[in-house]
């Protein structure tokens, strides 16, 4: 028996599934079957008037309804939220198509997280907030890195007006030439 396994003997009985579909079904019946029985029992025990007998059937049909526009909905809500979360994806798409630099995870997490805080509705709006954002946070950082790297401005003095002299004419000059003028400068402002 155990060397009939081992060596895959086809008359031995092989594992079978069956389908949760099926499985769903046959269940859904036998739970049936089951209440009717309780209730046939139940019922031989008591001896009903027409009027409960009708009463009973109401309910039972009733209970039939209300089950089948319970199910019915919820059928519809769900056909709904996936035909939803389809117009979604193929919105998201669309707009990542066109931004392609955008992490698809990163901008998914930006809506989950601000739709509330910003009221955001629409995918394209979403991305409008998030290109926003990412702007003022690039400028922000690009602003702080200049101000840092800028040397910072000394303050003038108050009662000195500009009073340096314009070298630039000097360029060409020997150091002779240049000490020779400023001397001559100094006794000009000398004699005054």
């Known amino acids: 028996m155990v060397d009939e396994k081992i060596n895959g003997d086809p008359s031995a009985p092989e594992e079978q599934t069956v389908p949760k579909g099926r499985f769903d ?3 859904k019946k036998h739970k049936e079957t089951e209440e009717e029985l309780q209730t046939l ?6 001896t009903l008037t027409p009027e409960q007998q009708k009463e009973r059937q109401a309910k039972t049909f009733l ?6 526009q319970l199910e019915e909905e919820a059928k519809e809500r769900k056909a709904a939220e996936t035909q939803e979360q389809k117009e979604f994806e ?6 990542l198509a066109v931004n392609t ?14 739709s509330d805080k910003y009221g955001i509705t ?6 409008k907030l998030y290109k926003d954002l990412n702007k ?3 400028e922000t ?7 840092l790297a800028a040397k910072p401005k000394l303050p003038k003095s108050a009662g000195v007006g500009d009073t340096t002299p314009d070298y630039s004419g000097d360029k060409k000059k020997s150091y002779e030439q240049v000490t020779s003028e400023i001397i001559e400068e100094a006794e000009a402002k000398g004699r005054k």
């Open 90 to 95: 193929s919105n998201v798409d669309d707009v």
């Open 41 to 46: 029992k139940a019922e031989k025990g008591e």
């Open 141 to 147: 950082v690009e602003q702080t890195k200049e101000n």
């Open 136 to 138: 003022i946070k690039d």
């Open 63 to 68: 209970k039939g309804l209300v089950k089948e």
């Open 25 to 27: 079904e046959v269940y």
């Open 122 to 127: 629409t995918v394209t709006g979403a991305m």
């Open 101 to 114: 630099t955008i992490d698809r995870q990163v901008f998914l997490k930006f809506i989950e997280d601000n």
